[in-house]
Each structure stands twice: as C-alpha cells, then as structure tokens.
C-alpha cells in the first residue's frame, strides 16, 4: 500500500479528506462520541440535516471503517450507530477543534462583522 499524500492531487487519501471536511462528519462524530445512537436519535441531534444527508454521511464513515453499524434484525427494524477505535480517536481531535471554534467564537466573528 502506498504512504499517504493528501497533497498530491492523485493521492486517494484526498478523498477521505474530502468526506472528513463535511460539516455533518463533524458534528456527527462528536455526537457519537457520547454513545450509540440510532437514526432518529442522530436526527435530531444534528438539527438542520436532511435524512438523505445523515445516510450518505453514514455510509461514508462506515465505508472508511470510522463507524459501525449494527442491525439488531428484528421487526421493525432497529439499527445503531457507533464508533469504532479509529473514529473515537477521529472524535477526540475534533472534539479539540470544537473547543477551539467555542474559545474563539467571539473574536471570529467581530472579525467576520469588520470585514463585510
């Protein structure tokens, strides 16, 4: 396998960059942080994502091995979401970056208000 280059514009990692970059990656994988969750659960929680947005995101993070999924197989359906080790440590990182946003909120958006 060859060593990751996300600045090289044919390097694949490129792409989980892309997926990661998602504002709904972003709030998502905090949010999982915090336990299973089920669809509706998730819903809810991300206020403003569409059902079709939260499952391609779901199936993207699933796809890179960042959550798991498991059907209970019963009737109605029941299926949960969580994390796997990688994506707690996914989540953890950008749990640092939340911080960050929430740290730093005022004086970003003083900046913001001066430059329009």
């Known amino acids: 396998m060859q060593r990751a280059d996300p600045w090289s514009a044919t390097c694949p990692s490129r792409g989980i960059i892309e997926i990661l970059a998602s504002k709904w990656v972003l709030l998502l994988l905090p949010t999982l942080r915090r336990g299973p969750k089920r669809n509706g659960d998730l819903i809810r929680a991300l ?21 798991k999924r498991h059907d209970f197989a ?43």
Not at 47 to 67: A, C, F, N, P
Not at 79 to 103: F, M, N, P, Q
């Open 47 to 67: 206020d403003g994502v569409s059902q079709k947005m939260l499952t391609q995101t779901l199936r993207d993070l699933e796809r890179y091995g960042i959550i």
């Open 74 to 116: 019963e009737v109605p359906p029941r299926v949960e979401y969580s994390l796997t080790r990688i994506g707690a440590s996914l989540a953890e990182v950008i749990d640092s970056l939340d911080d960050w946003v929430i740290k730093h909120y005022g004086p970003l958006m003083d900046a913001a208000a001066r430059h329009t």
